[in-house]
């Protein structure tokens, strides 16, 4: 079996809050991250599928296929958007980083399947000292 990554970036804006919570009451839950009137950052996702090589290419997937994939299903809809309340697959949920990872695993591994690979992980860099890795389960 062959790991093979594929990295892609974007800029979104979020904010973690309860709207039922004080500011104050955001601020110690949440950090700078619950600022009320938004704020972003300068996201890195790391894509990982996992595949045989194909004996005729030596490729396990078409980058720039999983490249396509990874820009329609994520970045189009993500890039420049505030994930709060632009992104459809976001509704409801707190913008964490773990919930972000774990939405965009499941925009991603039909479309993975389809190219004839199968998801690994995904990784999501939110800061340069904070990522979160999603396997699945
Ligand atoms: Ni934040």
Redesign the pocket.
């Known amino acids: 079996m062959v790991y093979i990554t594929r990295r892609e970036r974007f800029s979104a804006a979020?904010?973690?809050a309860k709207s039922e919570w004080s500011d104050e009451k955001n601020l110690e839950v949440f950090g700078?991250?619950s600022n009320p009137n938004w704020?972003?950052?300068n996201y890195i996702l790391h894509v990982t599928v996992k595949g045989k090589p194909e004996p005729s290419t030596g490729f396990v997937v078409d980058l720039s296929a999983l490249s396509d994939v990874i820009k329609e299903h994520i970045i189009q809809k993500v890039d420049h958007k505030n994930m709060n309340v632009d992104v459809d697959f976001m509704k409801g949920l707190m913008t964490s980083t773990e919930n972000i990872a774990i939405a965009f695993w499941n925009q991603l591994v039909k479309p993975v399947a389809e190219l004839g690979a199968e998801l690994h992980s995904v990784k999501l860099q939110?800061t340069e000292n904070n990522y979160v890795e999603y396997f699945g389960e």
Do not use: A
Request: charged fraction near 35%; charge should be positive; proline fraction near 0%.
């Open positions: 979020h904010k973690l700078k991250c704020h972003g950052h939110e």
